[in-house]
């Protein structure tokens, strides 16, 4: 029973210590490590956050291995990269194909090295009503946004525990934390990815591995495109307008080099994370309803062809 007292006291001293630190860090700029001349592999690197993550990454002096299902956005990406004088390897490799996730993996190991930095930021979205989506696309979605990160991981963190040096960083997304309607898909797969990521910071602490850093990037709706059309409430736009790309990656890149373990973007997000789990979910529909946020996907199903008939190939969908 003493035994139990003491740990409960430390515990509540080390959660105290904790807040503290969290609300000190909101204030004072937290110090950031260097990446030069680490390895960095991003996915969906020929996408529009993709890409900028590279270029951050290799401003930074990181060696670059980039993934992208489409080659000609990877290369262009890998171009750009390589001006900034860095060492850049680009693959074209479909992430909903287990066996290529792993072949490419040890293509990397044999080109490159040991990857020490791990971005998984590919993701798509089907774009369509749940009894209007094919299985195959509805499959794709959570292959692509979910099961990757168990692929990934288990390709590229062995290394990092035998050295217990790593960073492996999750682009997840607001609708990880709280739903809405029409993208059950990839509400589905990335609440998936949250907690995949969460299980495994997990476990890396429960076997001490404290070298291997974790970081969880929610970010609400960025304009990439992927979901063009999305809108809530229009007197509430201007408080929450879509993410500007750039923004969204400087914002994730100070995570990751301060070493933060979760990042929403913007703030504003961690209030829909904190009342849905304290209000009533009627509670919760009520305020989704006077946002907007119930049928806030409504027009981007329109544009993606739910209701004209045309149908968007998801291959273009990565971010």
């Not at 035994?3 to 909101?26: G, I, K, P």
């Amino acid at each position: 029973m003493t035994a139990f007292v003491v740990d409960l006291l430390l515990m509540l001293l080390d959660l105290l210590r904790c807040v503290l630190r969290a609300a000190a860090q909101t204030v004072v700029r937290p110090r950031l490590k260097r990446v030069d001349g680490e390895l960095v592999l991003i996915t969906g690197a020929g996408g529009a956050l993709g890409r900028l993550f590279a270029l951050e990454f290799a401003r930074e002096g990181a060696r670059l291995v980039l993934w992208d299902c489409d080659r000609a956005a990877n290369e262009r990406t890998a171009a750009l990269a390589r001006e900034t004088g860095v060492a850049v390897h680009a693959y074209t490799v479909d992430l909903s194909r287990r066996r290529d996730v792993y072949r490419a993996a040890e293509r990397v190991r044999a080109d490159a090295g040991d990857v020490t930095v791990l971005v998984n930021n590919a993701g798509v979205v089907a774009g369509r009503r749940l009894l209007d989506c094919p299985d195959e696309l509805l499959e794709r979605t959570l292959l692509v946004n979910c099961h990757a990160l168990f692929w990934m991981t288990k390709a590229f963190l062995p290394p990092m525990k035998v050295t217990n040096h790593g960073h492996i960083v999750t682009i997840a997304s607001a609708l990880g934390l709280f739903s809405t309607a029409c993208v059950a898909d990839y509400c589905a797969s990335k609440f998936g990815a949250v907690g995949f990521h969460e299980s495994l910071t997990h476990q890396l602490h429960a076997e001490n591995l404290n070298g291997i850093k974790t970081t969880l990037v929610c970010p609400y709706i960025v304009d990439t495109g992927m979901f063009a059309g999305c809108e809530i409430r229009k007197e509430l736009r201007g408080l929450i307008p879509p993410l500007d790309p750039l923004y969204t990656v400087k914002q994730s890149m100070k995570a990751i080099l301060g070493e933060q373990r979760m990042i929403c973007i913007p703030r504003l997000m961690y209030i829909p994370l904190l009342t849905r789990a304290l209000l009533p979910w009627d509670a919760n529909v009520a305020t989704y309803r006077f946002m907007g946020g119930d049928t806030c996907m409504m027009p981007f199903i329109k544009n993606a062809g739910d209701e004209s008939g045309q149908r968007p190939n998801p291959l273009t969908a990565f971010r």
